[in-house]
C-alpha cells in the first residue's frame, strides 16, 4: 500500500506541476495547454479511432521488428561468447555498431527499401539487434564456469548442452537483454515513423506539430508512455521477476 501510494503521490505532483507551469504564463495555454485539455483530446483521438488506428499500426511493426531482432541477436550473442572467430572478429563490429544511433540507418534504408515499412522495419532492427546479442553474450560469459565443467563431466555436449544448460542458465540475463532490446525497438520505431507518413504513432505526433496542435502531440506522448510503462510491467517484469525466483537470484515473497 505504501508503494502504491507512494507512485500515485508522485503522479499527482507531476500533474500539479504541469498544470501550474502551463498557468504560470511562460507560454500560452496554446502552447502549453495543462491535462485536463491533453486528457480531453486524447479521450476525443480514442473515441474517433485515430489512437486506436495508430497504435494498431505501430505496434505490427515493432512486433515483427522485436521477433526478427531476438531471432536474430540472441544466436548472434551466443556465438560472441562461445566462439573465438565471432569473439575476436564480430565482437568489435557489433560494439562499434552499437554506437551508431538508430538513426543513422534511416537515409540508407530510405535509399535501399524505398518510402514503405521495410525501411521502418529495418531501422528498428537495428536498433535493438545488436543490444540483444550484447546483452546475451553478457550473460552467457556471467554464468558459473562450474556449470560447464559439470556438463562435460557428464557427457552433455552438442545441442544438449546448448538447450539445456547454457540457454536455461543465462534466461535471467538474456530477458534482461530482451527487456532493452524492446526499447531500443521502440524508440527507433518512433523516430522512424516521425520521419515520413507511416500511419502510426508517430505519424500522429507529426501532424500534431504541422497543426500547431501541442495538445494532440502531448496526448500521443502520454499514450507513448503509457504503451511502454504496460508492456515493462505487465509482460516483462513479470517474466524478469518468476524467473529469478525460480532460479534463486531473488527472495520470494
Known amino acids: 500500500m505504501l508503494k502504491w501510494t507512494q507512485k500515485l503521490g508522485m503522479v499527482v505532483l507531476l500533474f500539479a506541476l504541469w498544470e501550474g507551469l502551463a498557468r504560470s504564463g511562460v507560454w500560452t495555454r496554446h502552447l502549453f495547454p495543462g491535462p485536463l485539455e491533453v486528457m480531453q483530446t486524447l479521450v476525443a483521438m480514442v473515441r474517433d479511432g485515430r489512437m486506436g488506428g495508430a497504435t494498431a499500426r505501430s505496434m505490427g511493426r515493432l512486433l515483427r521488428a522485436y521477433f526478427m531482432s531476438v531471432a536474430i541477436g540472441v544466436p548472434l550473442g551466443l556465438l560472441i561468447a562461445r566462439t573465438a572467430f565471432f569473439r575476436n572478429a564480430v565482437k568489435p563490429v ?5 554506437a551508431l544511433p538508430s538513426i543513422c540507418w534511416l537515409p540508407l534504408a530510405l535509399l535501399w527499401f524505398g518510402l514503405n515499412d521495410s525501411a521502418i522495419l529495418f531501422v528498428v532492427v537495428m536498433g535493438s539487434v545488436l543490444g540483444i546479442s550484447i546483452a546475451t553474450e ?4 556471467g554464468l558459473d564456469p562450474q556449470l560447464s565443467r559439470v556438463a562435460r563431466t557428464l557427457g552433455v555436449r552438442g545441442p544438449r548442452f546448448y538447450f539445456g544448460v547454457l540457454l536455461p542458465g543465462a534466461l535471467p540475463g538474456i530477458v534482461t537483454g530482451l527487456k532493452l532490446g524492446w526499447s531500443f525497438a521502440w524508440r527507433a ?6 520521419l515520413f507518413v507511416s500511419g502510426g504513432l508517430g505519424q500522429l505526433l507529426t501532424m500534431g506539430r504541422e497543426l500547431m496542435d501541442v ?10 508512455i503509457f504503451i511502454g510503462i504496460t508492456v515493462d510491467r505487465v509482460l516483462f517484469q513479470t517474466v524478469e521477476t518468476r524467473l529469478r525466483r525460480r532460479w534463486g537470484l531473488t527472495a520470494p515473497g
Open 189 to 194: 520505431l518512433l523516430a522512424g515513423e516521425l
Open 94 to 98: 557489433v560494439m562499434g555498431l552499437q
Open 215 to 224: 495538445a494532440q502531440v502531448m496526448a500521443v506522448m502520454l499514450a507513448i
Open 138 to 141: 553478457d550473460a552467457v560469459n
